[in-house]
């Protein structure tokens, strides 16, 4: 199975990244992980990095193609799948991934779009800030002002592909993830 997650900021996409990639047997590929990783070993990317993740800003294209797309090939090649969660974040990161994954056989089967009202994502958003300096009130809001600029516009790009399958991700997790296997299930290799 290979899987995109697209959402806003609280939408659950880690959450339901992992349980898929539990159900399908496939890595969970999370580009926020690779980052706060990178950042928290304070490697030269990391620190890097730590400037666009504190603001909540888009981290530039190149630096996140070169963070995720030789993980990405391998999962397909080696583990017959991937969820990547947090990339592609832009229309250019989507067709420069797009033309990759043609190159290595690993094309995405579908792009689950999860989507909830802003007042919910807002609330989960608050309630995780504690424990995540990237979702702070006015960090989030920022998140959330960047998703609607840059990634929202995604939604329509893989629905014309063909590939776009929304959920609605305002229910309790567990309903999420049942709306998400039924529509994945249907899906065959």
Not at 69 to 98: H, S, T
Not at 114 to 124: E, F, I, K, N, W
């Amino acid at each position: 199975m290979r899987v995109i997650m697209l959402s806003p900021p609280g939408a659950g996409k880690g959450t339901q990244g992992e349980r898929i990639a539990v159900r399908y047997g496939v890595p969970h590929i999370s580009s926020g992980e690779i980052f706060r990783e990178e950042t928290a070993r304070q490697t030269p990317l990391g620190q890097q990095l730590s400037g666009y993740l504190d603001r909540g800003d888009l981290v530039p294209d190149d630096l996140v193609l070169s963070l995720v797309k030789d993980r990405v090939i391998k999962a397909a090649r080696e583990q017959g799948g991937y969820v990547l969660d947090g990339f592609p974040r832009n229309l250019a990161q989507a067709e420069a991934a797009a033309g990759l994954a043609r190159e290595s056989g690993a094309t995405a089967q579908a792009v689950i779009y999860l989507d909830a009202p802003q007042d919910v994502l807002v609330s989960r958003l608050a309630g995780r800030g504690e424990n995540r300096a990237d979702d702070s009130a006015a960090v989030a809001r920022h998140r959330l002002e960047v998703y609607t600029e840059y990634t929202k516009p995604l939604v329509d790009y893989f629905a014309a592909r063909g590939i776009l399958v929304k959920i609605d991700a305002a229910p309790p997790a567990d309903e999420v993830s049942q709306q998400i296997f039924a529509a994945l299930d249907r899906i065959k290799d």
